[in-house]
């Protein structure tokens, strides 16, 4: 019986000395040291205006709090639906497998199996995208490859407003409808 006391009394002391002191705890930590967070299942919303615009989906994120170059990563891919305002649908999507944000640059960069899907049909594949968020566009260097419903474009760069309502691809090949021409003898 002695025993089971002491047990009793030792198990009481664990459980009234284990409340965490946030100071204490701080203390130990300091804002400077902690310089990579990380997240699972992440799923974060952007909204504007009071109204959510995109929501981002991955199974990892990293946030680098390095004051001077933060940064949030998505080693293991990334999900970016564009939302119809005011309602949860989607009018498109972008996916990639690896995915950074530098914030001090306003850049969004996403890499490896790059595909953009929009509402209409149309879809980009690339191997990176950049989107420029001072400028309001996204844009590559690299090799481009663009399918319509009835149309295919190839090519070396391409640029595009933030919506991807007008792009343009830097040295195309590829088929395309042109109306209005006559097809020749």
């Known amino acids: 019986m002695i025993k089971f006391s002491y047990l009793l009394a030792c198990l009481g002391f664990v459980f009234i000395s284990c409340e965490n002191d946030l100071e204490a705890v701080n203390a130990l930590f300091s804002k400077d040291q902690v310089k990579i ?3 699972r299942a992440v799923q974060l919303l952007y ?3 009071a109204v959510v615009r995109v929501r981002v ?9 390095d004051h001077t170059q933060p940064k949030e990563e998505f080693p293991e891919g990334i ?3 564009f939302l119809r305002p005011g309602s949860n649908q989607t009018r498109g999507s972008l996916t990639a497998k690896y ?3 530098l914030e001090n640059q306003g850049e969004v960069i996403v890499r ?3 595909v953009w899907k929009s509402g209409k049909g ?4 690339t191997e990176e995208l950049i989107w420029d968020d001072q400028r309001k566009v996204v844009h590559t260097t690299r090799f481009v490859k663009i399918t319509k419903p009835d149309e295919e474009f190839f090519g ?4 595009a407003d933030q919506d991807f309502n007008r792009w343009k691809i830097f040295n195309p090949t590829g088929r395309m409808k042109v109306e209005g021409l006559e097809e020749p003898l």
């Open 37 to 39: 967070e990380e997240a």
């Open 47 to 49: 909204s504007d205006s």
């Open 57 to 65: 989906t991955g199974p990892k994120m990293l946030r680098y709090v």
């Open 79 to 81: 999900l970016i639906e």
């Open 99 to 101: 995915a950074i944000r």
């Open 112 to 114: 490896d199996s790059v």
């Open 122 to 125: 149309e879809e980009l594949r």
């Open 156 to 159: 070396y760069g391409f640029e």
